[in-house]
Protein backbone atom coordinates (compact mmCIF):
# COMPACT_ATOMS: atom_id res chain seq x y z
CA UNK A 1 0.00 0.00 0.00
CA UNK A 2 1.62 3.40 -0.83
CA UNK A 3 1.73 6.30 1.67
CA UNK A 4 -1.43 8.58 -0.26
CA UNK A 5 -3.43 5.62 0.12
CA UNK A 6 -3.09 5.24 4.21
CA UNK A 7 -6.61 5.74 5.24
CA UNK A 8 -5.85 8.04 7.68
CA UNK A 9 -4.51 10.66 5.20
CA UNK A 10 -7.44 9.72 2.78
CA UNK A 11 -9.97 10.56 5.68
CA UNK A 12 -8.17 14.05 6.58
CA UNK A 13 -7.87 14.94 3.06
CA UNK A 14 -11.51 14.37 2.44
CA UNK A 15 -12.80 16.39 5.76
CA UNK A 16 -10.72 19.17 4.94
CA UNK A 17 -12.55 19.98 1.66
CA UNK A 18 -16.24 18.95 2.10
CA UNK A 19 -17.35 22.04 2.84
CA UNK A 20 -16.51 22.68 -0.86
CA UNK A 21 -16.90 19.20 -2.46
CA UNK A 22 -20.37 19.44 -3.79
CA UNK A 23 -19.44 22.25 -5.53
CA UNK A 24 -16.22 21.11 -7.27
CA UNK A 25 -17.81 18.22 -7.83
CA UNK A 26 -20.66 19.28 -9.83
CA UNK A 27 -18.33 22.53 -11.67
CA UNK A 28 -15.65 19.66 -13.04
CA UNK A 29 -18.05 17.54 -14.27
CA UNK A 30 -20.25 20.10 -15.88
CA UNK A 31 -22.76 18.39 -13.42
CA UNK A 32 -23.04 15.64 -15.66
CA UNK A 33 -22.14 13.28 -12.52
CA UNK A 34 -25.71 14.07 -11.33
CA UNK A 35 -26.94 12.38 -14.62
CA UNK A 36 -24.36 9.28 -13.25
CA UNK A 37 -25.71 9.19 -10.19
CA UNK A 38 -29.70 8.96 -11.86
CA UNK A 39 -28.42 6.05 -14.12
CA UNK A 40 -26.99 4.15 -11.02
CA UNK A 41 -30.06 4.31 -9.02
CA UNK A 42 -32.15 3.12 -12.43
CA UNK A 43 -29.99 0.31 -12.89
CA UNK A 44 -31.59 -1.34 -9.99
CA UNK A 45 -33.83 -4.48 -11.11
CA UNK A 46 -35.87 -4.88 -7.61
CA UNK A 47 -39.04 -2.53 -7.04
CA UNK A 48 -39.13 -2.97 -3.33
CA UNK A 49 -35.55 -2.88 -1.61
CA UNK A 50 -36.05 -2.67 2.41
CA UNK A 51 -32.53 -1.69 3.06
CA UNK A 52 -30.18 0.27 0.97
CA UNK A 53 -26.51 0.49 2.13
CA UNK A 54 -24.32 2.89 -0.06
CA UNK A 55 -20.70 2.94 1.02
CA UNK A 56 -18.43 5.81 0.84
CA UNK A 57 -21.48 8.18 0.55
CA UNK A 58 -19.90 11.36 1.28
CA UNK A 59 -22.34 14.34 1.16
CA UNK A 60 -25.24 11.91 0.02
CA UNK A 61 -26.37 12.24 -3.45
CA UNK A 62 -26.50 9.18 -4.33
CA UNK A 63 -27.93 8.43 -0.64
CA UNK A 64 -30.55 10.93 -1.62
CA UNK A 65 -31.43 9.92 -5.19
CA UNK A 66 -32.05 6.55 -3.78
CA UNK A 67 -34.33 7.91 -1.57
CA UNK A 68 -36.29 9.44 -4.24
CA UNK A 69 -36.25 6.46 -5.95
CA UNK A 70 -37.17 4.23 -3.54
CA UNK A 71 -39.13 6.78 -0.68
CA UNK A 72 -39.95 2.84 1.27
CA UNK A 73 -36.63 2.16 1.79
CA UNK A 74 -34.14 2.55 4.33
CA UNK A 75 -31.09 3.94 2.76
CA UNK A 76 -27.99 4.36 4.93
CA UNK A 77 -25.13 6.56 3.78
CA UNK A 78 -21.94 5.35 5.43
CA UNK A 79 -18.72 7.10 5.44
CA UNK A 80 -15.02 7.42 7.13
CA UNK A 81 -14.78 11.29 6.97
CA UNK A 82 -17.28 12.60 9.27
CA UNK A 83 -17.17 16.32 7.61
CA UNK A 84 -18.27 14.88 4.59
CA UNK A 85 -21.65 13.68 6.07
CA UNK A 86 -22.30 16.97 7.53
CA UNK A 87 -22.02 18.37 5.03
CA UNK A 88 -24.77 16.38 3.48
CA UNK A 89 -27.34 16.73 6.21
CA UNK A 90 -29.38 19.77 5.14
CA UNK A 91 -30.26 17.50 1.93
CA UNK A 92 -31.95 14.79 4.42
CA UNK A 93 -35.28 16.37 5.07
CA UNK A 94 -38.29 14.35 5.61
CA UNK A 95 -36.22 11.18 3.73
CA UNK A 96 -35.21 7.62 5.51
CA UNK A 97 -31.83 8.45 4.86
CA UNK A 98 -29.88 7.61 7.95
CA UNK A 99 -25.53 8.91 7.89
CA UNK A 100 -23.39 6.83 10.17
CA UNK A 101 -19.69 6.70 10.31
CA UNK A 102 -17.98 3.87 9.34
CA UNK A 103 -15.85 1.64 7.39
CA UNK A 104 -16.08 0.17 4.52
CA UNK A 105 -14.03 -2.47 4.72
CA UNK A 106 -15.56 -3.53 8.10
CA UNK A 107 -19.36 -2.96 7.75
CA UNK A 108 -21.60 -2.79 10.83
CA UNK A 109 -24.12 -5.05 9.31
CA UNK A 110 -24.65 -8.87 9.86
CA UNK A 111 -24.53 -10.96 6.65
CA UNK A 112 -27.08 -11.25 3.96
CA UNK A 113 -29.29 -8.08 5.50
CA UNK A 114 -28.75 -5.56 2.59
CA UNK A 115 -30.92 -5.50 -0.74
CA UNK A 116 -28.49 -2.94 -2.53
CA UNK A 117 -25.03 -2.24 -2.14
CA UNK A 118 -23.86 0.82 -3.21
CA UNK A 119 -20.28 2.77 -3.64
CA UNK A 120 -19.89 5.99 -6.10
CA UNK A 121 -16.68 7.34 -7.14
CA UNK A 122 -15.09 5.73 -3.61
CA UNK A 123 -14.17 1.96 -4.20
CA UNK A 124 -10.42 3.23 -5.33
CA UNK A 125 -10.08 4.67 -1.97
CA UNK A 126 -10.50 1.65 -0.15
CA UNK A 127 -7.29 0.22 1.71
CA UNK A 128 -8.02 -3.04 -0.26
CA UNK A 129 -10.27 -3.34 -3.40
CA UNK A 130 -10.56 -7.07 -3.07
CA UNK A 131 -11.30 -6.76 0.87
CA UNK A 132 -13.93 -3.98 0.00
CA UNK A 133 -15.89 -6.03 -2.45
CA UNK A 134 -16.08 -9.39 -0.52
CA UNK A 135 -17.34 -7.29 2.10
CA UNK A 136 -20.46 -5.65 0.06
CA UNK A 137 -20.52 -9.60 -1.49
CA UNK A 138 -20.86 -10.29 2.98
CA UNK A 139 -23.88 -8.03 3.77
CA UNK A 140 -25.43 -8.50 0.96
CA UNK A 141 -28.79 -10.99 0.60
CA UNK A 142 -28.92 -13.40 -1.94
CA UNK A 143 -30.21 -11.80 -4.77
CA UNK A 144 -28.90 -8.69 -3.87
CA UNK A 145 -27.44 -6.41 -6.07
CA UNK A 146 -23.93 -4.48 -5.92
CA UNK A 147 -23.26 -1.09 -7.75
CA UNK A 148 -20.36 0.29 -8.77
CA UNK A 149 -20.03 4.05 -10.02
CA UNK A 150 -16.40 4.81 -10.74
CA UNK A 151 -14.06 6.92 -12.99
CA UNK A 152 -11.48 4.76 -14.61
CA UNK A 153 -8.38 5.24 -16.33
CA UNK A 154 -8.30 7.68 -19.19
CA UNK A 155 -6.14 7.98 -22.06
CA UNK A 156 -7.77 10.81 -23.70
CA UNK A 157 -4.73 13.84 -23.38
CA UNK A 158 -6.85 16.38 -23.55
CA UNK A 159 -8.70 15.10 -20.56
CA UNK A 160 -5.83 13.78 -19.02
CA UNK A 161 -4.95 17.42 -19.14
CA UNK A 162 -7.88 18.70 -17.85
CA UNK A 163 -8.08 16.53 -14.99
CA UNK A 164 -4.06 16.55 -14.53
CA UNK A 165 -3.44 20.30 -14.26
CA UNK A 166 -6.86 22.28 -14.36
CA UNK A 167 -8.73 20.45 -11.55
CA UNK A 168 -5.64 20.27 -9.31
CA UNK A 169 -5.12 24.21 -9.64
CA UNK A 170 -8.87 24.87 -9.23
CA UNK A 171 -8.94 22.53 -6.73
CA UNK A 172 -6.56 24.23 -4.06
CA UNK A 173 -7.53 27.17 -4.58
CA UNK A 174 -11.29 26.45 -4.00
CA UNK A 175 -10.88 23.87 -1.67
CA UNK A 176 -7.99 25.26 0.23
CA UNK A 177 -6.38 21.96 0.11
CA UNK A 178 -2.89 21.99 -1.59
CA UNK A 179 -2.98 18.14 -2.81
CA UNK A 180 -6.54 16.81 -3.00
CA UNK A 181 -7.16 17.16 -6.36
CA UNK A 182 -3.96 16.07 -7.32
CA UNK A 183 -4.58 13.25 -5.23
CA UNK A 184 -8.30 12.68 -7.53
CA UNK A 185 -6.23 12.16 -10.76
CA UNK A 186 -3.62 9.66 -9.32
CA UNK A 187 -5.78 7.43 -7.97
CA UNK A 188 -7.65 7.50 -10.99
CA UNK A 189 -4.71 6.81 -13.43
CA UNK A 190 -3.70 3.98 -10.80
CA UNK A 191 -7.16 2.18 -10.62
CA UNK A 192 -8.08 -1.00 -13.00
CA UNK A 193 -9.86 -0.43 -16.14
CA UNK A 194 -13.08 -1.36 -16.39
CA UNK A 195 -12.16 -4.67 -17.75
CA UNK A 196 -10.51 -6.00 -14.49
CA UNK A 197 -12.85 -4.41 -11.94
CA UNK A 198 -15.47 -6.60 -13.32
CA UNK A 199 -12.97 -9.77 -13.26
CA UNK A 200 -12.47 -8.85 -9.67
CA UNK A 201 -16.31 -8.99 -8.95
CA UNK A 202 -16.45 -12.02 -10.29
CA UNK A 203 -13.72 -13.41 -7.85
CA UNK A 204 -15.22 -11.93 -4.96
CA UNK A 205 -18.23 -13.90 -5.74
CA UNK A 206 -20.49 -11.80 -7.68
CA UNK A 207 -22.23 -13.59 -11.24
CA UNK A 208 -24.27 -11.35 -13.87
CA UNK A 209 -21.57 -8.46 -13.75
CA UNK A 210 -21.88 -6.27 -16.32
CA UNK A 211 -20.97 -2.78 -16.81
CA UNK A 212 -21.53 0.06 -19.15
CA UNK A 213 -19.00 2.97 -19.87
CA UNK A 214 -20.24 6.81 -19.74
CA UNK A 215 -19.30 9.97 -21.29
CA UNK A 216 -16.59 8.94 -23.49
CA UNK A 217 -15.46 6.29 -20.95
CA UNK A 218 -14.76 8.97 -18.61
CA UNK A 219 -16.46 6.45 -15.96
CA UNK A 220 -18.16 3.17 -15.62
CA UNK A 221 -21.14 1.69 -13.98
CA UNK A 222 -20.63 -2.04 -12.63
CA UNK A 223 -23.43 -4.42 -11.86
CA UNK A 224 -23.34 -7.17 -10.24
CA UNK A 225 -25.40 -9.82 -8.21
CA UNK A 226 -25.40 -11.97 -5.68
CA UNK A 227 -27.01 -15.48 -6.30
CA UNK A 228 -30.02 -16.30 -4.64
CA UNK A 229 -29.12 -20.12 -3.23
CA UNK A 230 -25.61 -19.48 -2.51
Given at each position: MSHEQEPAKIKSMFNSIARRYDFLNHFFSFNIDAMWRRRTVNAVATKTPELILDVAAGTMDLSVVFSRKFPEADVIALDFACEMLSGGLQK????????????????????????????????????????????????????????????????????????????????????????????LHRSVKAFPPAGELKNRMENAGFSTVQYKKMTMGIAALHVGNKDKFK
Amino acid sequence: MSHEQEPAKIKSMFNSIARRYDFLNHFFSFNIDAMWRRRTVNAVATKTPELILDVAAGTMDLSVVFSRKFPEADVIALDFACEMLSGGLQKLKNRRVYPINGDGLALPFLDNTVDIVSIAFGIRNLESLDKGLREFYRVLKPGGTLLVLEFTPNRNPLFNLYSGIFMPLVGRLVSKDPDAYHYLHRSVKAFPPAGELKNRMENAGFSTVQYKKMTMGIAALHVGNKDKFK
